[in-house]
Structure formats: structure tokens, C-alpha cells
Nanobody, 121 residues
């Protein structure tokens, strides 16, 4: 069994900051990519940022220069530091992890339950 749990969402004023955390636990053999997606009301879920095992980070254009994704591989944890937040960043943020549970198995995708981020004055 694998669990993916996010934390750190909340209400923040425009221009403020939040830090999201996501920890994967359970029967994990190897983690490949770890990423953050978000979904606003009436919109499809979309990629915010992803970080591979090699350390390569990729961001959606709308958050470049404001958000930073980082990983602590020893803790199987990924973070999303969000600065200069805007009302359009309001969404449910989901953690996404690609991992294997045993040697020789194909990678499997796991989602967290989501954490609400609301940017409003």
C-alpha cells in the first residue's frame, strides 16, 4: 500500500506565500517523478511543476519565477514554495508521484487527496 498526503494549503492574501508539502509512504521501492497539479472550479486539472529524480524541474509558464518545487529524496517528500500569490492561483493542489513498489515492476502513478489554496483579500 502507498499513501500520498499533502499539507500546507490555506487562505492567503494576494502577494503572500504558502508552502505545500507532500509525503509518500508505504511500500515504496523507488520514486521517479514528483509533481504538483492544480484544478480550479470549472477547469481541468493541469500541471504546475514537476521534478524528476535527476533534479530537473519544469514549470507551467504562469508560475515561473514565483513557485519553486523541491524534493527531499530521503523523506520521499516534495515541496512547492509559492510566492507572490495571485487570485488566479486559487485551486485545489494535488500531489502526483510516479513510483515502483518492487524491483522489476512498472512504475505506477499515485495522487494525493488535494489541498485547497485560496488567494483572496
Amino acid at each position: 500500500q502507498v499513501q500520498v498526503v499533502e499539507s500546507g494549503g490555506g487562505l492567503v492574501q494576494p502577494g503572500g506565500s504558502l508552502r505545500l508539502s507532500c509525503a509518500a509512504s508505504g511500500s515504496i521501492f523507488n520514486i521517479f517523478s514528483m509533481a504538483w497539479f492544480r484544478q480550479a472550479p470549472g477547469s481541468q486539472r493541469g500541471l504546475v511543476a514537476i521534478k524528476t529524480t535527476s533534479g530537473t524541474a519544469t514549470y507551467v509558464d504562469s508560475v515561473k519565477g514565483r513557485f519553486t518545487i523541491s524534493r527531499d529524496n530521503a523523506k520521499n517528500t516534495v515541496y512547492l514554495q509559492m510566492n507572490s500569490l495571485k487570485p488566479e492561483d486559487t485551486a485545489v493542489y494535488y500531489c502526483y508521484v510516479v513510483l515502483t513498489t518492487r524491483s522489476g515492476l512498472a512504475p505506477t502513478n499515485y495522487w494525493g487527496q488535494g489541498t485547497q489554496v485560496t488567494v483572496s483579500s
